[in-house]
């Protein structure tokens, strides 16, 4: 008599089914783990973060990133050069760049010379090109750029401005000045408003009620006619660094009351949970539950913060240096630049002076695309 063949039990034949089709890993992850593996899922978080990454890389290289010397004068209001992938001789694998030039035509309207592209004159472009000597960080000296004419004549990506000056270069250096006071800010504001806002929320009593009421004067303030009132205080005179030390700490003290009264309110919901409770029975110090307790659960809150801040002041610091209370020459900015746009005749006649804006675009999408991915990934933990 044929018996039937043994079967595994159910819990071994589940086991068996899981070890087949299960690919994620058994292993505990950690809090950080957990966190960059919901982050890589959005798609603008990850695209935010690698605008921001090349943001900054290109403010710490600017003098290797710019085509040219951000001071150089050349032709004024010189329209961005052309660039093709076709000559007389056809179909290059090598991209020309083409100056603009007057031609011999006369516009039938204005009777003035009729520009467009130096067709005669091909200039292939290369990568790590020959141009301007400058010093890298200051100490370095290099003649090399990312990218340039083999000829080493001068090439404008985005045009010239009304002295001459090559806009894509300007707004490389640019990047340095303005997201400096950006993060400049961003740290004394992150500094400040997560100390007094734990501090407010964890003391409590009179002292909370009372810095609150301190923190409401401040958000009451119209934050706009103060910056220009606090800005038009410095004299004329004083050296351009100085004039920003002063902006930054301007910024600085009348933003980080929002985000201290967002840390009081999560440090008054934590100093409730259990495990502080614990803690303060057990006699630990308040600097050792503020360190090793509630600061490390704010400091998600924060981050998030810290990222959707920085365009607000990127956006700050454009319309403050438009006004011209930010930047002084030979500084650069980004809203230094716009204040050559401060006409319609301009803007109608030479559209590319408004490329600045493009920079500022740019860097207020990156942050806050990383902003948001950030907080996506870290709200479900």
Known sequence: MTTAP????????????????TTGSTTSQSYRALVWRRFRRSTPGMIGLVLVTLLMLTAIFAEFVAPMDPNVNTTSFAPPDKISFFTKDGFTLRP??????????????????????????PRPLVLFAKGTPYLMWGFIPWDRHLIGVADGSPLHLLGTDKLGRDILSRGVYGSRITLMIALVSISLITLLGTLLGITSGYIGGKFDLWFQRFVEVILAFPQLPLYLALTTLIPPT?????????????????????LS???????????RIDYVRAAQAIGASDGRIITRHILP??????????????????????????????VKPPLISWGLMLQDAGTFSVIGSYPWILSPVGFVLIAVFAFNALGDGLRDAIDPY
């Open 297 to 326: 659960n704010v400091t998600s809150h924060v981050i998030v913060a810290v990222t959707l801040g920085i365009p607000a002041i990127v956006l700050l610091e454009s319309f403050l240096g438009y006004l011209g209370f930010a």
């Open 261 to 271: 009264r967002e840390v009081r309110s999560k440090t008054m919901a934590m100093a």
């Open 6 to 21: 043994e079967l595994p039990e159910a819990p071994d034949m589940a086991e068996a089914i899981d070890a087949r089709v």
């Open 238 to 258: 004083t050296a351009s660094w100085k004039f920003i030390g002063f902006v930054i700490l301007v910024i600085a003290g009348l933003g980080w009351a929002q």
């Open 96 to 121: 020309v760049a083409y100056a603009t030039v007057e031609g011999e035509e006369l516009d039938p309207i204005t009777f003035q010379p009729l520009i467009g592209p130096d067709y005669d004159n």
